[in-house]
Antibody, heavy 119, light 108 residues
Framework: QVQLQESGPGLVKPSQTLSLTCAVS??????????WIWVRQPAGKGLEWIGR???????YSNPSLKSRVTISLDRSKNQFSLTLDSVIAADTAVYYC???????????WGQGTLVTVSS | SYVLTQPASVSVAPGQTARVTCGGD??????VHWYQQKPGQAPVLVVY???DRPSGIPERFSGSNSGNKATLLISRVEAGDEADYFC???????????FGGGTKVTVL
């Protein structure tokens, strides 16, 4: 059974870069048909898709965040990462990494990690 | 981009049926998935592909999808069903995941 675990700083200063990593166990992030995605959720609000990286390394980001988002694979460590540039208070949220395929449901989620943007 | 609309809240008495809707343009042509999220926890898939249930999900959870509305039904509601519920589809035009705004189900 696949397991995902987010890690990274819980506090980031405004205008700086948020960096998170998702370690994957129980599945290989390369060679399959899965999409490895990031989703975030501000406190008391809904889920927002941030972007994905495919097993091939191809990435796609939410157009509303696209210019600030970078998602990448680390094949040697079987993990994928998210960076979000120039953060503001509105980027404060619980960030989840997860796995899905086109058309299919998100079948595995990390536990989520809270990132607060504050000076 | 594709928009999914959910009511903010639904209240239901124990033992009754909760109905959570998810509206979208011709959503009946898409595959809809539903997630349950309790406070402090990651979402859990309860219905996928409109009406299928993952293993371990009670038969009390069911779904349907037609026209411009998908529906999640929770029959014989229990106190433990109190949670936020999100619908989700794949937006073919922008090729990415889309979520509804979520519905808080309160058990009276």
């Amino acid at each position: 059974q696949v397991q995902l675990q987010e890690s990274g700083p819980g506090l980031v200063k405004p205008s700086q870069t948020l960096s998170l990593t998702c370690a994957v166990s129980g599945d290989s992030i390369v060679g399959g048909r899965y999409y490895w995605i990031w989703v975030r959720q501000p406190a008391g609000k809904g889920l927002e898709w941030i972007g994905r990286v495919e097993s091939s390394g191809t990435t796609y980001s939410n157009p509303s965040l696209k210019s600030r988002v970078t998602i990448s694979l680390d094949r040697s460590k079987n993990q994928f990462s998210l960076t979000l540039d120039s953060v503001i208070a509105a980027d404060t949220a619980v960030y989840y990494c997860a796995r899905t395929q086109r058309w299919l449901p998100i079948d595995s989620w990390g536990q989520g990690t809270l990132v607060t943007v504050s000076s | 981009s594709y928009v999914l609309t959910q009511p903010a809240s639904v209240s239901v008495a124990p033992g009754q049926t909760a109905r959570v809707t998810c509206g979208g343009d011709n959503i009946g042509t898409k595959s809809v998935h539903w997630y349950q999220q309790k406070p402090g926890q990651a979402p859990v898939l309860v219905v996928y592909a409109d009406s299928d249930r993952p293993s371990g999900i009670p038969e009390r959870f069911s779904g349907s999808n037609s026209g411009n509305k998908a529906t999640l039904l929770i029959s014989r509601v229990e106190a433990g069903d109190e949670a936020d519920y999100f619908c989700q589809v794949w937006d073919t035009s922008l090729d990415h995941v889309v979520f509804g705004g979520g519905t808080k189900v309160t058990v009276l």
